[in-house]
């Protein structure tokens, strides 16, 4: 307890509102001591009224113990060391070279949107959004990926034509499964088409940049699933599914590559009502994947042609797959009919990228284990999706594909560890050192000539560091070089350059010393 204007402040007066609490309760307790009643009946009334008035105040003190915090993220999401960190910005910085070689700019939008403007978007999956509170007017949610802002942006500000990329954060109320990379708040890594151009050559520029990336990536064997919504709504109809239950069935045609066809069937069948000898005929195609020769050979199916959906679905595939050669990606790619996407807003060709074989290896487990990561990249054509925000409901035709940042991250993460290399978790390129003592000032300026230059330069904070542990430091950080200064390389106006893998040093004149830095580091 402390002592203020003449009262013993406990321990649970955090505050002077506190303190005028704890001087009532004090006043309450001294009046009850004091009671002197001339009608002994009224001595259990008293006492209890102000019981409860001290009751009271206790309550706004609150509890005086410690609390105790659980130290948890949320479920579904987690913290980032910084070696995981620096294997997060490599994948990043592969993927956004490639999104920049094919032409795109960048937008932001913000994290959370009208609620109104995500309802209605996502068929099923909308349960899955997070709202928020009313914060004074306006019914907000997180958003729940960067496609639908995107709709909304082009809408808002007029815009017909632009190839941009965006990488930000979403946010999902799914049940999360953090070894395969699913979490409920993540990244998400989109490039996107938007404008009126000839049919299939922006879709097979998106199919050619998921191959580009995962390639990079080396993260393994994969295939890319392609798929129209126009052929599978038309072979819902050749199949006899009502033209009112066409999402729902496309939203259980999508669980295919989570679970068995026996599963998918009885949802048609038990759940959602569909008739048997139906659900039948969908598993008949479903089944069916290939390239062109599929193409070929669904139309040569009678019913399949009778369609004009499903006739203008395969036409699109044929020239689809056609661009995909030319691209060099046709190897990369398998036309698969059990691709669904169960998001309302595609209109066209759908694709998913799934890997055939993990290179990585799972954390603590057999080395020869694969990486269960699901999806690592889907996307399609949604070209009504800005018209549902226009006004006059002006469409503007896009197409787009998403990464998986989280289960590409994933990979990469288990390979590192799987490699048992180092990760470096700084970009320093120079390490400032001396043995002697005094030497702090001289090596902070050495330090701000480097900086001035550009070169990404650290020092001990210690006035007379060890020589030892300086190169410690170097060699534990992957520093590649140290700049070394004593007595005698200021008298001779030079600086002992030393490479901390080969341990070899060379020695330069001081207005050298940036020249031959930038000569041994390479372009920041």
């Known amino acids: 307890m402390q002592e203020k204007e ?59 113990r410690p609390q105790k915090f659980q130290l948890k993220t949320p479920k579904g999401t987690r913290d980032y060391n910084p070696r995981q960190m620096a294997i997060r910005e ?63 942006y082009l809408a808002m500000n007029k815009i017909n034509t632009i190839k941009r990329y965006h990488i930000a954060k979403v946010y999902r109320r799914d049940n999360p499964a953090m070894t395969r990379g699913r979490y409920r708040e993540f990244y998400q890594c989109d490039f996107d088409i938007a404008g009126q151009y000839d049919l299939m050559i922006p879709d097979a520029e998106c199919v050619k ?16 699933k392609l798929n129209t919504r126009l052929l599978l709504d038309g072979m819902f109809a050749v199949c006899g599914v009502p033209e009112d239950k066409f999402r729902t069935i496309c939203s259980a045609v999508d669980k295919l590559d989570k679970t068995f066809w026996e599963d998918v ?119 009504g999706l800005v018209g549902m925000f226009d006004p006059k409901g002006k469409k503007v035709p896009c197409v787009g594909v998403s990464i998986g940042i989280e289960r590409l991250f994933s990979i990469m993460e288990a390979k590192a560890e799987a490699a048992e290399g180092k990760v470096r978790t700084t970009e320093t390129q120079v390490y400032v050192a001396s043995g002697q003592k005094n030497m702090l000032e001289e090596r902070m300026k050495l330090c701000n000539l480097l900086w001035e230059g550009g070169i990404k330069t650290e020092l001990s904070y210690k006035k007379n560091p060890k020589l030892l542990n300086q190169f410690q430091y170097a060699e534990e950080h992957g520093i590649p070089f140290l700049a070394i200064i004593g007595e005698q390389e200021l008298k001779d106006g030079v600086v002992k350059v030393r490479n901390t893998s080969t341990r070899e040093e060379e020695t330069f004149p001081r207005d050298k010393l940036l020249e031959e830095i930038r000569t041994r580091v390479g372009p920041s």
């Not at 704890?22 to 209890?48: A, C, Q, T």
Request: with cysteine; glycine share 10%.
């Open 265 to 383: 069937r009885s949802e048609m069948v038990d759940e959602k009502g569909l008739a048997p000898e139906v659900a039948d005929r969908i598993g008949e195609y479903v089944r069916l994947n290939g390239q062109l020769e599929l193409v070929d050979q669904l139309m040569q199916d009678e019913q399949m042609m009778k369609n004009k959906m499903a006739r203008q679905g395969l036409e699109e595939m044929k020239l689809l797959l056609t661009y995909c050669q030319l691209f060099g990606v046709l190897d990369k790619v398998s036309f698969d009919l059990s691709l669904a996407r169960g998001l309302d807003y595609y209109t066209g060709v759908i694709y998913e990228a799934v890997l055939t074989t993990e290179k990585a290896q799972t954390d603590g487990g057999d080395k020869n284990e694969p990486v269960g990561v699901g999806s690592v990249a889907g996307g399609g054509r949604y070209d």
């Open 209 to 224: 940049i998921v191959a580009e990336i995962l390639s990079e990536l080396n993260v393994g064997d994969f295939i890319i």
């Open 6 to 64: 003449g009262y013993v402040l406990a321990p649970c007066c955090r505050s002077s509102g506190d303190l005028q609490t704890y001087r009532r309760m004090v006043e309450i307790g001294d009046k009850i001591k004091g009671l002197k009643l001339d009608r002994p009946e009224r001595w259990k009334e008293r006492i209890s009224e102000e019981v409860q008035k001290l009751l009271s105040l206790k309550e706004q003190l609150g509890d005086a």
């Open 90 to 152: 490599g994948v990043f910085k592969t993927i956004i070279n490639c999104f920049k070689r094919h032409g795109a700019e960048t937008i932001d939008t913000p994290v959370f949107e009208l609620k109104e403007t995500l309802t209605g978007k996502y068929g099923e999956d909308a349960k899955l959004i997070y709202d928020l509170a009313d914060q004074g007017g306006e019914i907000l949610s997180l958003r729940y990926d960067l496609t639908v802002p995107f709709a909304r």
